[in-house]
C-alpha cells in the first residue's frame, strides 16, 4: 500500500496523471508545477521508491515513465468498495429523480 500513501500528495497525483500519457523527462515535469526542481525530483523519488514510476538515464536527461502494476494492485484492493457506493449511488439517484417527479406534479416534497 505504499502506492496510496505515495499518491496521497496532490503534486504526485499531478506527476502519475502526466506520466500516464507517456515517458517524460524530470525538466518537462517540472516545467508543469508551481513548485521547484528539486521539490519534483523529491516526489519524483518517493513515487519510484513505491513502484508507481521508473526512471532512466538517456545522455544528460533522466527520463520518467509509469508503472501501472501498484495502481492495478491498488484497483484490486478497493474492488470490494465500489459495490458499496455503487449501491448508494443508486439509492441518492432515486431519490433525486423521486424528488423531480414530485416537483414535476406539484406535490410536496
Known amino acids: 500500500m505504499n502506492s496510496l500513501a505515495a499518491l496521497a500528495d496532490p503534486t504526485r497525483r499531478g506527476l502519475v496523471e502526466l506520466l500516464a500519457a507517456g515517458e517524460q523527462a524530470a525538466g518537462e515535469l517540472a516545467d508543469r508545477f508551481p ?14 521508491e513505491a513502484g508507481l514510476v521508473r526512471a532512466r538515464t538517456d545522455g544528460k536527461r533522466r527520463l520518467y515513465a509509469l508503472d501501472p502494476r501498484p495502481l492495478r494492485e491498488l484497483d484490486d484492493w478497493l474492488e470490494p468498495y465500489r459495490d458499496l457506493w455503487a449501491q448508494r449511488l443508486d439509492a441518492l439517484d432515486t431519490e433525486i429523480a423521486r424528488g423531480r417527479r414530485a416537483r ?3 406535490e410536496p416534497t
Open 35 to 48: 513548485v521547484s526542481r528539486p521539490a519534483i525530483s523529491r516526489h519524483l523519488r518517493v513515487l519510484r
Open 104 to 106: 414535476a406534479s406539484g
